[in-house]
């Protein structure tokens, strides 16, 4: 089975998100997740069941758009070769606004196989089977502590996540007059032994949560000597201990502790999307800050470098939602283009002014996403292309700071 491209993914994942808002006036809009080994006459039969009972919906205009959508799916359905991964059919009265509705259908050929059969009727699609698909499996317990606090969180596919955050009552050095040093220092012992057990109660309760399948092994971080007394001390559940990764230095011992412990920990998990993406983004930023004129940004620049094939990566930012619009003059005398935020749903009512020519009305003659359109220009140009996520700051800045597309260049265009 071919696994996805990164593109692949990109439109996967907006295709699930343009399903997510679409809704219906009542329980309209059906989904049908027919798995590979389902039988197409049992689907028939169910599909020709609910069509009979739709006649007792009371609402006449309800029961008309359910009749129709099922309709829709029986005459898809019917000469239907199953794809091997299975297949998803959305279907239904969608609103539209303005007191209007739209009969839409959505197929989907799921990225991974699926595993279970089900036909849902109601004014949301349903979208939880496909939605974890998106969700990366391989995750990993991050633990950052000292004596005085620790914080504890996942890291799942790309995403960190803190979870608890425990503060001790370990005394400080110095002691409190008429005590003792050798008494202070055995309450001391005692509070940071306590303190320990604490965290590793807690780092247990959290990482058993997880499908030991999918658990790689917990990252280790804080200063000397605390972590080493800590992973020696066996204060974590027995199954946990032996899955300790690796013991690396931080500053910080909060929430940004975590952050800090991902990138100490970068060699061991280079192989991780999130690591790949962290190194795109931290060559682009070492090439713009340099003198090197080998990174480029904007979308005007970065789409003159592909055009003459100086682009070596294309880095996109996942939650880049952009097309890219051609209007005309009604009379032919003046042509633009325009790029603006995604507007799928959105008839092409827009009014985008008159020629600056001869003042007549401007209409709309393509539009283009323009993840598609630079995408398929990196192809024909021989550039690879990064979809960067922006569950990390990086990738935040990318999509915030940029726009969502930036470049590294093979050589300097001056551009």
Known sequence: MAEQSAHEKYEFKKKLESLRNKKGRGTELISLY???DKQLSDVTSQLKTEHSQASNIKS????????????????????????????VYFTGAVDVGADKTNMETTTIIPPQPLTIYKYH????????????MLKEAKTYGLLVLDRREATIGLLTGKHI???????????????KGGQSAQRFQQLRLIAIHDFYKRIGDAASEIFLTVDMKDFEGILLGGPSPTKEEFQSGDFLHHELQRKILGLFDVAYTDESGLQELVNAA??????????????????FFKELVSDSGKAAYGEEVVRQ??????????????????????????NGDYEDNI?????????SVDDFGNCPKCGSPLEVVERVDIV????????????????????????????????????????????
Do not use: H, W
Not at 339 to 347: C, G, I, L, S, V
């Open 266 to 283: 970068s060699d061991r998990l280079q192989d991780l999307d999130l690591m790949v993406e962290k190194n795109l983004m931290q060559k």
């Open 60 to 87: 006449k205009v309800t029961k008309t758009n359910v009749q129709s959508a099922i309709d829709s799916l029986l005459s898809r359905i019917k000469f239907l070769e199953v794809p091997e991964n299975g297949i």
């Open 372 to 415: 598609d359109e630079l995408s398929e220009l990196s192809d024909q140009m021989g550039s690879e292309v990064a979809f960067i996520s922006t569950d990390f700051e990086e990738g935040g800045q990318l999509l915030n700071a940029f726009g969502g597309i930036v470049a590294i260049l093979r050589y300097n265009t001056g551009m």
């Open 339 to 347: 790029t603006r935020e995604n507007q799928p749903d959105q008839e």
């Open 305 to 330: 470098n592909l055009m003459i094939g100086a682009v070596e990566t294309l880095l996109i930012s996942e939650d880049l939602r952009s097309e890219r619009i051609k209007v005309r003059c009604t």
């Open 161 to 175: 996540e803190a979870y608890r955050n425990l503060t001790s009552t370990v005394p400080g050095k110095q002691r």
């Open 34 to 36: 027919i798995p590979p």
């Open 121 to 132: 009727c109601d004014s949301d699609f349903f979208l939880e089977p496909l939605e974890g």
